[in-house]
């Protein structure tokens, strides 16, 4: 069984997302400061997790900010912005033809940090979602994913590898004691299916 990330791992929009919670703030370099600074502390956080942390700082320093709105708008600001630009975005090299080369052959699943409903939404526009077993976004937590799927198929953790780029997917294959591939450079997929079928 595999079970992959998304963004960075299928899809190349890290940078989308991160430059997002940019764009959605006041472009001043003060704001840019409080936002960078909460990307360093918690890279992989949920949009939800981190722009009301955002917000509170950006409060704290008397930053003014859109009258009459909430860090639940620019929650949804930024859900729509990345929505868009995801979308359209390049996917990682080989991303598509390894999903093929893996499907009826093993069980592939998706676990990310994404909302869950925006997640399916992007998986089925790329055409993946019938090449997939299941997908999961947030609020499920990627290790208790991988627990859930190790009960479900009755299998052993040795039997499922976790595929992604950040330090929220080895953690999650590290608690959940799975195999963990790295996603490290733009051919990895590439690499990864000659692994797997030669």
Known sequence: MIVFDFDGTLVQSVDIKAQAFFDVFPGSVEYKKIIGGVLTEDPDGSRTRVIPIMWQRMVEAGLPLPAGQSPQDRIDAYGEEVFRRVAVCPEMAGATDLLHALHNQTAVYVASNTLDAPLKALLQERGWTDLLSG??????????????????????PDRIMMVGDGPSDADAARRAGTEFFPVRGADALIELNKALFT
Not at 135 to 156: I, M, N, Q, Y
């Open 135 to 156: 997908a999961f976004g947030f609020p499920h937590r990627k290790a208790d994913v991988l627990l859930s799927l190790l009960l479900s198929h009755e299998t052993t």
